[in-house]
T-cell receptor, first 117, second 116 residues
Framework: AQKITQTQPGMFVQEKEAVTLDCTYDTSDPSYGLFWYKQPSSGEMIFLIYQGSYDQQNATEGRYSLNFQKARKSANLVISASQLGDSAMYFCAMREVTTGGGNKLTFGTGTQLKVEL | DTGVSQNPRHKITKRGQNVTFRCDPISEHNRLYWYRQTLGQGPEFLTYFQNEAQLEKSRLLSDRFSAERPKGSFSTLEIQRTEQGDSAMYLC??????????????FGPGTRLTVL
């Protein structure tokens, strides 16, 4: 079974600084995908970035980048130039192909990020 | 607004009552997912539809839970004889099918259920 581990329940960062949120995963599938989602206090899950297991380069999306270390089974999210609006819960998730051909997501327990002035 | 919508946003019910939630996915998305999120946890997969066919159900989905997507558009999730343990946020997500790169799932705002 797939498993996602996020060991940082809470993180603080100063505005304009960079922060790294940790994620490790476990799977026996050679083909997999890793996602990061942001969940503000309003509750909706906002997609941030995706990394496929066969991607040669680390994914980047604006201020978000994914530090993908396949041998260590880690997929850490790096947020550069933090903003107050980045304060939220962040979830790492892994895609698993279902028996019906869909892509169900297995989520970690999340990291609560607080950006301070 | 062309995102995923869910109604109601909040539902308070007494133990033993039945509740039904609705999800309207993004119109061109043929895949629809339901997840449940309890306090302090990440969402957990409940069930998956491709068009109107329910193709997978989690073991979390007990006999008291039923989901439908009658015409391959909106979906409903019904919980019968609610229990206090059913209190959670119920999230709906939709995505394209086929061979898209990663079939990103777009989430709705969720329905927060409180069972008294």
């Amino acid at each position: 079974a797939q498993k996602i581990t996020q060991t940082q329940p809470g993180m603080f960062v100063q505005e304009k600084e960079a922060v790294t949120l940790d994620c490790t995963y476990d799977t026996s599938d050679p083909s997999y995908g890793l996602f990061w989602y942001k969940q503000p206090s309003s509750g909706e899950m906002i997609f941030l970035i995706y990394q496929g297991s066969y991607d040669q380069q680390n994914a980047t999306e604006g201020r978000y980048s994914l530090n993908f270390q396949k041998a260590r089974k880690s997929a850490n999210l790096v947020i550069s130039a933090s903003q107050l609006g980045d304060s939220a819960m962040y979830f790492c998730a892994m895609r698993e192909v279902t028996t019906g051909g869909g892509n169900k997501l297995t989520f970690g327990t999340g990291t609560q990020l607080k950006v301070e002035l | 607004d062309t995102g995923v919508s869910q109604n109601p946003r909040h539902k308070i019910t007494k133990r033993g009552q039945n509740v039904t939630f609705r999800c309207d996915p993004i119109s061109e998305h043929n895949r629809l997912y339901w997840y449940r999120q309890t306090l302090g946890q990440g969402p957990e997969f409940l069930t998956y539809f491709q068009n109107e066919a329910q193709l997978e159900k989690s073991r979390l989905l007990s006999d008291r839970f039923s989901a439908e997507r009658p015409k391959g558009s909106f979906s409903t999730l019904e919980i019968q004889r609610t229990e206090q343990g059913d209190s959670a946020m119920y999230l709906c997500a939709s995505s394209l099918g086929g061979l898209a790169y990663y079939n990103e799932q777009f989430f709705g705002p969720g329905t927060r259920l409180t069972v008294l």
